[in-house]
């Protein structure tokens, strides 16, 4: 069976840094690209970055761009997001997902979700 | 860059059919996808390509994109208690290779 774990969300200074992992199990992790999506409180969804099955093509909504970045590590078949400079608009769950076509880069959507981790940035 | 309208928010009442719409400049010639997101819990993909469901969703929930109209749609028929979520539909921007989602529609079942 498929699962996404996410680990990391927690409480959060403006201006400070996190990191979120997500762990995955079930599936072959190295073969499918893995996106984070966010959600802040009573909003919608909203992209935030994705990394390629083979670590190559990493990808920022405008919003995190030169703030946050993703990697993974396949020894640990996770996907992390380090997120700086962090700020008010940055409070939401963060959810990982996976693409759903093997070894697609712009997989089209997504098959399997994390249940999610909050982050909240309050000082 | 890309934008998907949804309606906020729509009802039926129990055994009734909706329909929710995903609006977006030449939708018809990308495919659309839709997910349920129950209140507290992670989305759940309900629908891939238009028209396809993943196992395990039941017929009840259908889709369609004609190529002739600017919209998308999901359709739930016999509605229970249970379809009571937001629905998202989403797409790929091939012009800035990323995903797209819809502000998503609340359906509240009366």
């Not at chain 1, 762990?23 to 409180?41: E, L, N």
């Not at chain 1, 995190?64 to 700020?87: A, E, K, P």
């Amino acid at each position: 069976e498929v699962h996404l774990v996410e680990s990391g969300g927690s409480v959060a200074q403006p201006g400070g840094s996190q990191r979120l992992s997500c762990a995955g199990s079930g599936f072959m992790f190295d073969d499918y690209t893995i996106y984070w999506v966010r959600q802040a409180p009573g909003k919608g969804l909203e992209w935030v970055s994705f990394i390629s099955w083979d670590g190559v093509t990493v990808s920022y909504a405008d919003s995190v761009r030169g703030r946050f970045t993703i990697s993974r590590d396949s020894s640990q078949n996770s996907v992390y997001l380090q997120m700086n400079s962090l700020t008010i608009e940055d409070t939401a769950f963060y959810y990982c997902t996976k693409g759903a076509r093997r070894y697609d880069v712009v997989a089209g959507y997504f098959d399997y979700w994390g249940q999610g981790t909050l982050l909240t940035v309050s000082s | 860059s890309y934008v998907l309208t949804q309606p906020p928010s729509v009802s039926a009442a129990p055994g009734q059919s909706v329909t929710i719409s995903c609006g977006g400049n030449h939708i018809g010639e990308t495919s659309v996808h839709w997910y349920q997101q129950r209140p507290g819990q992670a989305p759940v993909l309900v629908l891939y390509d238009d028209i396809d469901r993943p196992s395990g969703i039941p017929e009840r929930f259908s889709g369609s994109n004609p190529g002739s109209t600017a919209t998308a749609t999901l359709t739930i028929s016999r509605v229970e208690a249970g379809d009571e979520a937001a629905y998202y539909c989403q797409v790929w921007d091939r012009t800035t290779d990323h995903p797209v989602f819809g502000g998503g529609t609340k359906l509240t079942v009366l």
